[in-house]
């Protein structure tokens, strides 16, 4: 269960080796993520970009592939050391990760060429302080690229899901709900919103039933933290047998239409 304190944001440190079996994207997607994050924020090998929530490096790493200096901050250690891990390899690693409060940057202001957010803001209650923290460090002229994905709605993972609304056992979100949200907030901040053309990152998600069981199972969903464990294994036992009547096999791929979409904050000179 959680405690007042944990409620303020959520660390993934509970699921951080098995967390990107749950965000699986294509490499070629991710490369192609990177290299419109590095045209929109032009970027090179002398300005570096604060990955704030960087998590397991899902995006800090092929921004380094590509040469693009990276620091890389998030509230988990033991998903920064999984980020750490896949990084060290890199011949042209120029890196840095460290734990910080994303509300509280161990950063100069206006010292920072560019800013990513991936997937962060509706798990911590205080978005908007994360926000001001990020406009903080930028140098004027500079953009914050936020970024979200779709494509982890599989049926059987639905299932569940549905299981735990019907039960009210699903957890909400404890921070922004919709980054249509922080929109307005942004502009407020004198920011210029553009959403940035996604068509290279579009694919089709596949995940076979064995392994989506064993998402739910192991708990990978914050949302689903929260639940009972004699809740969650009757949930289990539900989703398993509507699988099976389903499809017959657990080894059946379920698909689904999958993309990353980009906003881009283009803030003052």
């Not at 998600?205 to 989506?212: F, G, N, P, R, Y």
Request: aromatic share 8%; charged share 20%.
């Amino acid at each position: 269960m959680f405690t007042a304190s944990s409620l303020e944001f959520l660390s993934f440190d509970r699921v951080a080796p098995q967390y990107d079996a749950s965000r699986h994207i294509p490499e070629t997607i991710m490369r192609n993520a990177a290299h419109l994050i590095i045209q929109t924020a032009n970027l090179n090998a002398h300005t570096p970009m604060v990955d704030a929530g960087t998590g397991t490096g899902r995006f800090a790493v092929p921004l380094v592939k590509f040469g693009i200096p990276v620091l890389g901050i998030d509230i988990s250690h033991s998903m920064l050391l999984q980020a750490k891990l896949k990084v060290n390899p890199l011949k042209y690693d120029r890196s840095l990760f460290t734990q910080s409060d994303l509300r509280r940057l161990p950063i100069q202001s206006q010292s920072c060429h560019a800013a990513l957010l991936v997937h962060v803001l509706h798990l911590i209650v205080d978005w908007k302080a994360v926000l001001l923290e990020i406009k903080r460090i930028l140098r004027p002229g500079a953009v914050l690229i936020i970024a979200t994905e779709s494509g982890k709605r599989f049926p059987t993972r639905e299932i569940y899901f549905e299981l735990a609304r019907e039960r009210n056992m699903l957890r909400h979100h404890i921070g922004l709900t919709d980054l249509n949200e922080a929109i307005p907030f942004l502009k407020s901040l004198e920011a210029e919103i553009t959403e940035l053309d996604n068509r290279n990152m579009e694919w089709t998600a596949e995940s076979s039933i064995k392994d989506t069981l064993q998402m739910l199972g192991s708990r990978l969903f914050s949302q689903t933290w929260a639940i009972p464990e004699n809740v969650h294994q009757e949930m289990m036992m539900l989703t398993s047998e509507w699988a099976a009547n389903r499809y017959g096999s657990f080894d059946i791929i379920e698909k689904m239409p999958a993309q990353i979409m980009m906003w881009c904050a283009k803030f003052p000179d």
